[in-house]
């Protein structure tokens, strides 16, 4: 069982940064990829960013160059900068993991946290 907690949703205004957290708590599994994504109102929810166990990471086209997502032991964390009106919706945090006794694959997703940019 694997539970994802997530961090650092808030208001900011255009221009700004805020930086998300989120970490994986349990027992028996392991982490193939954790990552971001996002739900703005009426739109459909959309990859943010992603990092591999490796370290191989892929953004969406709209975020290079403005958000960074790095990894900490069991932790994720979304650095964003630059932020623009367009970036507002709720971010959720996704893992694949690896359980074990026995094998097998689980898909686990966080409640969402909430950002809001301002113009």
């Known amino acids: 069982q694997v539970q994802l907690a997530e961090s650092g949703g808030g208001l900011v205004q255009a221009g700004g940064s805020l930086r998300l957290s989120c970490a994986a708590s349990g027992s028996d599994f392991s982490i193939n990829t954790m990552g971001w994504y996002r739900q703005a109102p009426g739109k459909q929810r959309e990859l943010v960013a992603t990092?591999?166990?490796?370290?191989s990471t892929n953004y969406a086209d709209s975020v290079k160059g403005r958000f960074t997502i790095r990894d900490n032991k069991n932790t994720v964390y979304l650095q964003m900068a630059s932020l623009k009106p367009e970036d507002t919706a709720v971010y959720y945090c996704?893992?694949?993991?690896?359980?074990?006794?026995?094998?097998?694959?689980?898909?686990?997703w966080g409640q969402g946290t909430l950002v809001t940019v301002s113009s």
């Open positions: 990092i591999t166990s490796g370290g």
């Open positions: 996704n893992a694949l993991v690896l359980a074990t006794k026995p094998l097998r694959n689980l898909e686990v």
